[in-house]
């Protein structure tokens, strides 16, 4: 009969790991690689990225995936324990912010393609603050104030503060390595050739057929 470990994850993995035999490698991936806050190395990787991607899910549990981007170091650590990130101009739906205010849990993955080929996993609980509100906090670092006080489309419309509750390497085995192109960004527009207009070409698509 299954008996849940004292250790961290959830019970299905667990329960994944007696079936298939693979508790051990688990345990040891757990007790070495997983902690429950950002180490300073972690918190440098941060301040590197210009990327990360975005899972969260509703009060039902229905998930949702998003891409976040910046200039290098756009998400903020506060410590080991919180960071921070900006939510710029998008499409109006805020699909994952309208998932936080249901269900604040939330996972983050960081991917260096570029430098260092690997891949941090950060898990926690999230909230949404305005820039009045980060502006107020005593702890704040010197860049997103700098950032709020810009005057383009790259200005935060709000942020996003994550409680770090896990923190976890990506191996870099399966990681591509890509090179970054000079491009321009459009921050903030609304122009559709450069979001991409309709590329799927959903606009003309019949809804309903399912085929």
Request: charged share 25%; glycine share 10%.
């Amino acid at each position: 009969m299954y008996m849940l470990r004292t250790m961290t994850g959830s019970r299905g993995e667990h329960e994944l790991q007696e079936l298939h035999g693979t508790t051990t490698r688990a345990d040891a991936f757990y007790s070495h690689q997983v902690l429950d806050h950002l180490n300073p190395r972690m918190r440098d990787f941060i301040a590197r990225q210009d990327m990360f991607f975005l899972a969260s899910a509703d009060g039902r549990g229905e998930c949702d995936v998003s891409f976040r981007a910046g200039e290098p170091g756009f998400v903020y650590t506060l410590g080991g324990k919180v960071l921070m990130y900006p939510e710029y101009r998008g499409n109006g739906v805020m699909a994952s912010l309208g998932n936080i205010t249901e269900n604040p849990h939330v996972g983050l993955l960081f991917l260096d393609f570029y430098l260092d080929k690997i891949g941090l996993h950060v898990n926690g609980t999230a909230r949404i603050e305005s820039n009045q509100d980060v502006l107020a906090r005593p702890d704040l670092p010197a860049g997103p104030r700098e950032d709020i006080e810009v005057e383009n489309g790259r200005r935060p419309e709000r942020w996003v503060l994550v409680h770090v509750e896990e923190a976890y390497i990506h191996c870099s085995k399966h990681i591509p390595r890509l090179r970054k192109m000079d491009e321009v960004r459009y921050w903030g527009s609304d122009d559709p050739s450069a979001k991409g207009g309709d590329y799927f070409r959903a606009k003309v698509t019949p809804r309903g057929l399912g085929l």
